[in-house]
Nanobody, 122 residues
């Protein structure tokens, strides 16, 4: 089992940047695929990006490709989401998830953090 805690959210103007962190408890972080998802009020949970256990494969949602970058440091039990060129439509709660499958489907991830709010103003 793993517990996840996100941080780094906040209020930023359009065009700005934020860096989110996802810190995992336990010694098994490296055995999990990590995904970032987001959920805006009244909308379904949306896949943002996923990264494999060793970081060698990454998949991005088309909406963030070229603007967001995921990385992970298994020695620090931490995953990061660098978000550049933020748009108002990126406003959402961002959640980190861990699972066994390298997938876009949030239902395939077993463990979730509480989320961190990202608000992009125009």
């Amino acid at each position: 089992q793993v517990q996840l805690v996100e941080s780094g959210g906040g209020l930023v103007q359009a065009g700005g940047s934020l860096r989110l962190s996802c810190v995992a408890s336990g010694r098994t972080f490296s055995t999990y695929v990590i995904g970032w998802f987001r959920q805006a009020p009244g909308k379904e949970r949306e896949f943002v990006v996923g990264i494999t256990r060793n970081g060698m494969s990454i998949i991005y949602a088309d909406s963030v490709k070229g603007r967001f970058t995921i990385s992970r440091d298994n020695a620090k039990n931490t995953a990061y989401l660098q978000m550049n060129s933020l748009k108002t439509e990126d406003t959402a709660v961002y959640l980190c998830a861990a699972g066994s499958n390298f997938a876009r489907d949030y239902r395939l991830y077993q463990y979730w953090g509480q989320g961190t709010q990202v608000t992009v103003s125009s």
